[in-house]
């Protein structure tokens, strides 16, 4: 088993791809095909290389996925290369030897069959933790002592290692657990035979590619497109293709001012589930939706409607991003993207968290004094009213709340107060300093308030379209009007995302 | 007349408990800093374990005022209890004095003066049939960890240990206040917040709305 072991580190810092047997190669040398032992696809990068960037996570044991994990375990070493349709590999600076079947790289970038190498390596983790033992769920702390006692610890570990996540791993082993017949399979496994069989495999030389092409194209745009093409059937998120296709572009634009600000405190998730590291993360949604809400790029009727889905939010930028004369536009939204988080983190938050903790005590009290007999949970709280946990359950189910539904209506309410300083064209709300928390909890638990007595009330549609609609954008208007006439608040308001407003078709 | 003391007490003392929540959850999730300085972990776990004995004084508080105006709604069983002519008049002073008087009674263990509480109330005004054995055994808990933070003797560190491990599984000791920080302040929350949902069923029992 050390043995084996020993092979699977030595993968792990491996640039090359060794075949099984003489492979074909293309006379334009763009394309090599051939078949590989799993052991070469273990580690394969998939993200962000100079050869692309694959747009697909990998999603877990859905259905698909169980059907490889099926065929896998049927029969590995003769059958499943042939019911598997292969994986597909783009590479950078290639250098092949033909005789040592061989083929060395720069860069890789997997762009298809990405689920099922994450398949192949958690078996072969699994296998490597448990060895005769009795398969069992495991922790992320079992896992990361495993790779710390086994692994050598410096910098490609720790970049590639961190993909083994206990969810995930968790998810085969339970798959394992409740069907004997893949669970016995699994037992019987020998690593050393399910390493050595074989998968079909493509590999796509860029160099080769691009320098025939008419448009100037770099590896990185080149790769992407074929990952892009290559996932085009399946289904991937549509967060994930716009993160990964727009990027540099988000980076150097839309992001520019959160990245300062910030500086990696918080780490930018352009696909969803791609930060594994413990560290904070922020996907690229949250931080362009409540820009829409804003009214920055749309006419006021369509905020109600674009705030809530994400490819229209998109589209939007994709728009934005692609007309030069939205410059001025753009500055200004890459500062308020980090002045909308900083209200979203250390305003709405901790206020909407306590505010929940407070509804579920309030409407618990209600529940007790039969005050809710009218609502959609009524019949569950007779039989849940000497019971104070399960009680406690019902409520939290509709006091809980999605922040994603609260902070753009939030947004929307306080746009006419944000304003520019004008000594150094930061962003600022018009109010004063020692009262903007209380006017945020204000006008927060108002629109929270509401959000959970339509839910209480029962919905006539889903909860989405209920968040999209001009009434729920209307929730606060009320609290708004008066807070701005109170003097307390000193609010003054202002026209200034009216005048960067474009339009955008 | 009663019947809106009745109201006027809970409401009193649902809201004090209310207020005293928030403030501890404030505390505990460093909302307050928002406004105000910082205050330490043991700052924290400190004011947690005052907020618990203060939550014990409205209990208290709470229930010398509720059974007086209990009796007071009916008056029956209690004169044959403590042997006073049917036809006497009683007033809230009256009761107060005869009940509180002569020496000094802490009516907080609701299981222990279950049978007593029958002997002086009638049943239609005898709210705490309605308490739910959990919402006792709350109470219990509570009083459990008051004891300890007002002798600190080794008899209620042991009675204090078991209710740990009885009912949260913990193996090993902890301070109140300790404790009561845990996981952003969920059995303080939980424990207080009992003392409301006590008052609710009561009031439920009684026939009191709110508003």
């Given at each position: 088993m050390d043995k084996v072991l020993d092979m699977v580190i030595d993968k792990l810092s491996s640039n090359n791809i060794e075949f099984a047997e003489p492979f074909y190669m293309s006379n334009d040398k763009k394309t090599i095909m051939g078949e590989i032992p799993f052991s070469e696809i273990l580690f394969l990068e998939y993200r962000d290389t100079e050869a692309g960037s694959n747009p697909r996570e990998y999603i877990g044991l859905k259905k698909t996925n169980e059907s490889i994990i099926k065929s896998l375990l049927k029969d590995y070493e003769n059958m499943f290369r042939f019911l598997h349709s292969g994986i597909i590999v783009s590479l950078v600076n290639p250098f092949i030897d033909l005789e040592r079947k061989l083929v060395k790289y720069d860069d890789c970038c997997l762009t298809?069959?990405?689920?099922?190498?994450?398949?192949?390596?958690?078996?072969?983790?699994?296998?490597?933790?448990?060895?005769?033992?009795?398969?069992?769920?495991?922790?992320?702390?079992?896992?990361?002592?495993?790779?710390?006692?086994?692994?050598p610890d410096n910098p490609i570990t720790r970049s590639k290692m961190p993909y083994i996540k206990y969810d995930r791993v968790n998810q085969i082993t339970n798959f394992l657990l409740k069907n004997s017949k893949y669970l016995k399979s699994f037992n019987e496994l020998k690593l050393e035979y399910f390493l050595k069989s074989r998968i079909r495999i493509q590999l796509n030389l860029i160099n080769s590619i691009v320098d025939d092409l008419k448009d100037e194209l770099d590896t990185y745009s080149a790769g992407t497109l074929i990952a892009e093409a290559n996932n085009d059937t399946q289904k991937v998120r549509a967060d994930d293709i716009f993160g990964n296709k727009y990027k540099n572009q988000l980076d150097e634009n839309i992001f520019k001012d959160f990245i300062v600000k910030y500086n990696n405190n918080v780490k930018i998730e352009y696909r969803l589930g791609e930060v594994v590291e413990k560290i904070d993360k922020v996907h690229i949604l949250t931080l362009l939706r409540p820009v829409v809400a804003t009214g920055i790029l749309t006419n006021e009727k369509d905020i109600f409607n674009f705030t809530n889905k994400r490819d229209p939010i998109y589209k939007l930028f994709e728009r934005l991003l692609n007309v030069t004369k939205n410059k001025q536009t753009v500055s200004i939204i890459s500062k308020l993207i980090p002045f909308l988080y900083n209200i979203r983190e250390k305003y709405v938050k901790p206020i909407l968290e306590n505010y929940r903790r407070e509804l579920i005590r309030k409407y618990k009290e209600k529940a007790l004094m039969g005050d809710l007999e009218n609502s959609i949970i009524s019949k569950d709280i007779i039989e849940a009213r000497a019971d104070d946990s399960k009680l406690e359950k019902i409520i939290k189910n509709i006091v809980n709340y999605n922040i994603e539904h609260i902070l753009p209506v939030l947004i929307f309410r306080i746009r006419r107060i944000i304003d520019e300083v004008p000594e150094n064209g930061n962003i600022k709300l018009n109010i004063d300093e020692d009262t903007?928390?209380?006017?945020?909890?204000?006008?927060?638990?108002?629109?929270?308030?509401?959000?959970?007595?339509?839910?209480?009330?029962?919905?006539p549609t889903s909860l989405t379209t209920l968040v999209r609609s001009k009434d729920f954008y209307d929730i606060g208007s009320e609290c708004y009007e008066t807070l701005i006439r109170t003097r307390t608040y000193k609010l003054n308001e202002s026209n200034f995302i009216y005048r960067y407003r474009i339009l955008i078709k | 007349m009663s019947i809106i003391s009745i109201k006027?007490?809970?409401?009193?003392?649902?809201?004090?408990?209310?207020?005293?929540?928030?403030?501890?959850?404030?505390?505990?999730?460093?909302?307050?800093?928002?406004?105000?300085?910082?205050?330490?972990?043991?700052?924290?776990?400190?004011?947690?374990?005052?907020?618990?004995?203060?939550?014990?004084?409205?209990?208290?508080?709470?229930?010398?005022?509720?059974?007086?105006?209990?009796?007071?709604?009916?008056?029956?069983?209690?004169?044959?209890?403590?042997?006073?002519?049917?036809?006497?008049?009683?007033?809230?002073?009256?009761?107060?004095?005869?009940?509180?008087?002569?020496?000094?009674?802490?009516?907080?263990?609701?299981?222990?003066?279950?049978?007593?509480?029958?002997?002086?109330?009638?049943?239609?005004?005898?709210?705490?049939?309605?308490?739910?054995?959990?919402?006792?055994?709350?109470?219990?808990?509570?009083?459990?960890?008051?004891?300890?933070l007002s002798h600190y003797s080794e008899y209620s560190k042991k009675k204090l240990y078991q209710a740990y491990m009885n009912n949260f599984n913990y193996k090993i000791f902890q301070e109140p206040g300790i404790f009561l920080f845990k996981e952003k302040g969920k059995y303080f929350e939980n424990l207080i917040h009992n003392f409301v949902l006590v008052s609710v069923n009561m009031k439920s029992f009684l026939g009191v709305k709110d508003g």
């Open positions: 298809n069959g990405n689920q099922t190498r994450f398949i192949i390596l958690i078996l072969v983790v699994l296998k490597l933790i448990f060895r005769e033992k009795e398969l069992n769920t495991l922790k992320q702390k079992q896992i990361n002592l495993f790779i710390k006692n086994n692994f903007i928390f209380d006017f945020f909890k204000a006008l927060t638990e108002v629109i929270y308030g509401k959000y959970v007595e339509k839910k209480l009330g029962g919905l | 006027r007490n809970h409401l009193k003392f649902e809201e004090n408990l209310n207020k005293l929540i928030k403030y501890g959850l404030e505390v505990i999730t460093e909302n307050i800093t928002v406004k105000k300085d910082k205050i330490s972990k043991k700052g924290k776990n400190i004011l947690l374990e005052s907020l618990l004995l203060r939550s014990c004084a409205y209990w208290e508080n709470f229930l010398e005022k509720e059974i007086i105006i209990l009796i007071n709604l009916n008056s029956e069983k209690f004169k044959l209890k403590v042997e006073l002519p049917s036809n006497m008049k009683l007033n809230l002073k009256l009761i107060r004095a005869i009940l509180y008087g002569g020496e000094y009674r802490d009516f907080h263990d609701i299981t222990h003066f279950k049978s007593y509480f029958s002997k002086i109330l009638i049943e239609e005004y005898n709210p705490f049939k309605n308490i739910t054995g959990e919402q006792l055994k709350k109470i219990d808990i509570v009083y459990t960890i008051r004891n300890y």
